[in-house]
């Protein structure tokens, strides 16, 4: 599976990269790193060819997929990737403390 948006892709490992990242806030590399933080001349420079082609897929998929939350800026992003730590560490101390005789 991929994402289409006119003559361009988002290939299917770069769209589940994209997908661990919306929704549990798995960090990405460095391409897509910058791609969510809105800076096209580091997307560009970390781009291989076939990314740097389908650019547009990106933007449109971020657009009108993703929450508006999870990227734009690397405040957006570091915000994001927060968020879903502390689930994690809660989630951690949780099961931990559930495991802990009394």
Sequence with gaps: MSYQFRQFAIPEHMLAALTGYIERGVPVGDFLTAVLENNLSEACGRADDENLANLPAYVAYLYNEAPSQCHGSPEKVR????????????????????????
Excluded: M, V
């Excluded at 689930?87 to 099961?95: C, K, S, V």
């Design 79 to 102: 915000a994001w990737l927060a968020h879903f730590a502390r689930r994690r560490d809660a989630a951690i101390y949780d099961t931990d403390a559930q495991a802990s005789p009394e």
